[in-house]
């Protein structure tokens, strides 16, 4: 995915947590950090263009909570949302895997 023009790629840091890695003395845990502060950047930009505004119901009828169109319509986004924090949560344990 490109980033439009204006606007930073969504793996950008921010210029002070940038600065903070960048004076780390152990390069390598200071890398591992940087994946996966790029892979919530990624998540957090992601998930902040997610708009539910469409799936909410347009009526407030009781039998729509039984009516499962809704979620069908909500499928997409919602399996999108859970792939994107899947990614982070592989980042995490690639950048850090348990002893």
Known sequence: MVAPKNRPPQDALPPRLDALLEALMDRDFAARLRKVY??????????????????????????????????????????????????LVVAIRDAFPPP
Do not use: F
């Open 38 to 87: 790029q892979a919530a950047a990624v998540a957090i930009d992601r998930l902040g263009h997610l708009s539910i505004v469409k799936y909410e119901p347009t009526t407030a009828e009781p039998d729509d909570a039984a009516d499962l169109s809704l979620w069908e319509t909500m499928a997409p986004a919602i399996g999108e949302t859970l792939v994107d924090v899947n990614r």
